[in-house]
């Protein structure tokens, strides 16, 4: 067990995720404490001092103004690729955001959520014996907050809907969330998952430009989004395809964004 000092416990209704919650003042980082818990165990805190996200960036937020998320699984090996498990859990929060606010809620390649074009979430999964997946969800922070931190893209649900929110009945729906749709998948309905997740990037047909792990990028028409593959019409040679894993960064161009 953790030994941070541990605020209080929730019994949740769910089947393999989440059952149990963690909840903490203030922990180094949630994914490390999840990593000490019983497997599917999630860790939630009020405030994280050493967060973390993708390449090494720092994650901080004010206390209690957002969700801070960690839950570890140990899925079966097929399900193990970094483009499964982040469409899983970029979905369940798109699919949380959206219910939340009736918005359609965009998933940024690879692993942000925006609504109304602003970053509302960031997912980062890391893969030890177990994986590790965290989730920083922007709920009660203002405008004003982003701002004075020079994040003038990012967003909460507060600030694109102008109301508050209660950000434990929030953590609780987007726990029952991952839970559902990691059921699902363990049930077969990978191409269920693949459907919603193309859906939530939202840029087939769209002029994008691809930007490759090896340094390279590719601008065309985005014409295939799978997880096999992504398909992009080229504008200067041959149609390329690739897999999601090659891929660093999939955006809109700006053609399409004026």
Request: charge should be neutral.
């Amino acid at each position: 067990m953790s030994t941070l000092e541990l605020r209080e416990r929730w019994h949740l209704p769910t089947r393999r995720l989440g059952r149990h919650v963690l909840v903490y003042d203030s922990v180094g980082s949630t994914n490390d404490a999840a990593l000490s818990e019983e497997l599917g165990t999630a860790v939630l805190a009020d405030e994280q001092t050493a967060g973390r996200g993708r390449l090494g960036r720092a994650w901080i937020c004010p206390p209690r103004t957002a969700i801070q998320l960690s839950v570890t699984l140990d899925p079966p090996a097929e399900l193990r690729r970094p483009v499964i498990l982040t469409a899983w859990a970029s979905v369940a929060v798109a699919e949380t955001v959206r219910k939340l606010t009736n918005i359609p809620a965009r998933i940024k390649w690879p692993n942000d959520v925006l609504l109304h074009g602003r970053k509302v979430a960031g997912i980062l999964i890391e893969q030890k014996s177990v994986v590790v997946v965290g989730i920083g969800l922007n709920v009660n922070q203002s405008i004003e907050q982003f701002a004075g931190a020079g994040l003038f893209d990012a967003g909460s649900l507060a600030s694109v809907m102008g109301k508050t929110f209660d950000r434990d009945a929030i953590a609780k729906q987007l726990i029952a969330e991952l839970d559902a749709e990691y059921t699902a998948l363990l049930g077969g309905e990978l191409i269920a998952l693949e459907s919603r997740w193309a859906w939530h990037v939202g840029l087939l047909g769209r002029s994008v430009t691809v930007e490759m792990l090896d340094g390279t990028s590719r601008s065309g028409r985005l014409q295939g989004l799978s997880f096999d593959k992504v398909v992009v019409e080229s504008e200067e040679g041959p149609t390329v395809s690739v897999p999601p894993e090659a891929v660093r960064q999939l955006r809109e161009r700006a053609e399409n964004l004026s």
